[in-house]
C-alpha cells in the first residue's frame, strides 16, 4: 500500500512548527509529504535516520538526480557550480580547493574583525535606542553583522558595501517575488567584478586565496569561483543573522540562564551549541535525491524522489535528547545537526560559532537592560516550511 500523502506545512504552523513534528514523529519516522507549491517529496523526522540520511552517499545533493526535474531556488547555470549541488569526487576536489583558502587561521584573523563590527553596531543601536526609546534588532544588528563579515571576507570593497548589501536583503527578503531574480542577477554581476578586480590585483581576502588555490595543477575555473562566493555569501548570512536575533529573543526568555550568561560570559560556548539546537532556524537540511532505492525508517524511496532530512524536528527528538523542548544550556549532550555532518558539514561552522558567541557577548555587555518591547506572542515571524525566522525584534533597554 502506498504510505499515504500528507500535507503537514501550512501558515498556521509556521510560528511553531514543534508540535507538527512531534505528532509526525510518533506517527512514522518518515512521510510522503506535499509542499505549499505543490511538490512531493519524503520526509525524515527522526534523529538517527536525519544523521544518517546527512552522510549516506547515496542521497545526492546534485540535481541532476532528480526524477521529477527540482529547480529550487532556481540559479543561475553559473551559480550553481556549488559545493551543495554536487557529490562525491568532485564535491571532495572543489572541497580540497576551497580549504586551502578557508583555513582555521583566517577564521582566527577574522575574529577582531568580527568584534569591531560588532562594536560599531552596538554603538548604532545605542544611538537609536537613545534617540527612540526603543529598536529592531533584527535591522540595526543581526542582519548587518554578518553581511560585514562576508564583506571583509570576500573583500568587498567599502564603496561598495552599501549596494552589495542591499541587493543581498532584497535576494532574502524581496517586496514581492519577481525581485529575487533581479536581486541575483545584481550580485552575480557584483561577484564578476570582485573576482575580476581580484585576479588583477590580488589582496589577502578570501577570493584571492581562492584564486591562488592549485592542487596538482587544478584550479578553480571562472564559474566556480563566482558560484562559491555565491553560496558563500548565501550560506554566511541568513542562518547567522537568525541564529543572532533567534538566540537572543531564547535567552530573553530564560531569565534564569540569560542571568548565568551575563554573571559568567566563559559559559557562551555552551549557550550557543544549546541555540544552535534550540533555535536554529533552517527546518531542513539541502534536499537530496537518492540514487538508487534507499531504505529509510522501514521505506523504501525510490530514486530520484526528493527526500528532506529535517534538521529541526531531530533536535526535538526525545529518543535522542531528554526533554526535547527545554532550553538549557548545561545539557549534557550538546551535539546536533544545525552545521551538517558528513561530507556536507559546514564550512563556515568556525566562523558562525564565533559570529554568535561575539554578536551575544557584545549585546549582552553593550545593554545590561535589554528586553523586548512588545509580548512575546506579537512577534513577526519571516517563517516558511525551510525557515523560521524572526522579521523584527524591538528591544528597550538603556
Ligand atoms: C549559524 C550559521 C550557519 C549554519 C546554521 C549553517 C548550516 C549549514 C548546514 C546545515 C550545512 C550542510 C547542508 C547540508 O548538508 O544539507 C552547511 C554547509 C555549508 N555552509 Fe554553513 N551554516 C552557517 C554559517 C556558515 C558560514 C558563516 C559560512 C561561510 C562563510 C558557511 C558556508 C557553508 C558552505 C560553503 C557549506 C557547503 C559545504 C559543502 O557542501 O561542502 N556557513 N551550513
Redesign the pocket.
Known sequence: MPAPLLRPFGKATYPDPYPTYAELRATAPVHRVELPDGSRAWLVTGEADVRAG?SDPRLS?NKAHSGSGYKGFSLPPALDA???NIDAAD?LR??RL?SQG?TPRRVEELREQVRAAAGHLADRLAAVLDRAGRADLVAEFANPL?LL??GD?LGVPEADRGPFSSAVSTMFTPEHPGQVAEAVDRIHRFLLGLVAARRAEPGDDLLSALIAARDEGDRLSEDELVS?AF??LM???E??QH?ISGGLLTLLGHPAQLAEVRADPSLLPEAVEEL?RYA???QM??R?FPTEPVDIGGVRIPPGDTVL?C?ASAHRDPARYPDPDRFDIHRADKSH?????????????A???T??RIALETLLHRFPRLALAVPEDGLKWRASFRSHALRELPVTGR
Open positions: 546527512l545533493l556549488n559545493l551543495l564535491h572543489l572541497r576551497v578557508f554578518p563579515v562576508i571576507l562559491l553560496l558563500i550560506a554566511g548570512s542562518n547567522t541564529l544552535l536554529h532556524p533552517n537540511a539541502i537530496r532530512l534538521l545537526l544545525a552545521l551538517g555532518q558528513g561530507f556536507h558539514y559546514c564550512l563556515g561552522a566562523l558562525a560559532r559570529e554568535i
